[in-house]
């Protein structure tokens, strides 16, 4: 992928992403427990 | 191929950078902490006015919200109560993660005690104080053997009260404020 075509998309996918955790709570909640879940299975 | 590999592993880095900013500026307004970041102001709930309760519900409670102030913020941390009293821990107080993560914990015993407890929606206006009796950290250790190491055996609970001992686990008792001058 060009570099340009790629920062387009690091851009767009990073805004969306964004977005996401900050107006759909259930999205961010989700993002959490994954977290969570990842965290806690690395401290085992 | 290997360039779109660092490219994929590069937009995964950005996203996890972008949700860690982005979960921490949100949450540290919120009324409450979420189940990772810290929170604000404990603002929801009856504030408990009355007697001093039997704190033996919080057995049933995992996690209580704990509101400290300069600055304010909110945590999830676990309780325990023993002989009718209730506490908080805090671990991993020597460790430099610890220094960061539990910078509430320092402040408290800096001088800045007054706490909101926020217990099955009901907010309590406390004082924390550190513990130091060994025979107070015998019965909280005992106790959070029980509820959070999977049982109260001779070792765990020794190996708990040596952690307080050494000072690598603080022990708080959650007391009524103190009447003001």
């Known amino acids: ?3 340009v075509t790629y920062i387009k998309l690091c851009g767009g996918v990073g805004l969306a992403w964004v977005l996401a955790l900050l107006f759909i709570p259930p999205f961010a909640q989700l993002v959490e427990q994954l977290m969570l879940l990842f965290l806690s299975t690395n401290a085992r | 191929m290997l360039r779109a590999v660092w490219q994929v592993l590069g937009l995964f880095a950005l996203l996890l950078v972008l949700t860690l900013i982005t979960l921490k500026l949100k949450n540290q307004n919120a009324d409450g902490p979420s189940v990772l970041f810290p929170g604000g102001e404990l603002t929801s709930g ?3 006015q009355g007697a ?3 704190w ?3 057995d049933d409670l995992f996690f209580i919200e704990l509101q400290t102030n300069d600055p304010v913020s909110s945590r999830r941390i676990f309780v325990m109560e023993s002989g009718g009293k209730v506490y908080v821990p805090s671990g991993y107080m020597q460790s430099f993660l610890g220094r960061l993560w539990k910078d509430w914990a320092f402040r408290v015993e800096e001088g800045s005690p007054l706490v909101v407890a926020r217990m099955n929606g009901t907010r309590y206006e406390r004082e924390l104080v550190r513990v130091r009796d060994p025979e107070i950290i015998n019965g909280v250790a005992e106790k959070l053997a029980q509820k959070y190491a999977g049982g109260a055996t001779p070792e765990t609970v020794a190996e708990i009260a040596d952690s307080v001992t050494g000072g690598d686990t603080w022990i ?3 007391k009524p404020r ?3 001058p």
């Open chain 1, 1 to 3: 992928m060009k570099n």
């Open chain 2, 46 to 48: 009856e504030l408990y």
């Open chain 2, 52 to 54: 001093e309760p039997d």
């Open chain 2, 56 to 58: 033996a519900f919080t």
């Open chain 2, 172 to 174: 708080f008792e959650m």
């Open chain 2, 178 to 180: 103190s009447e003001s």
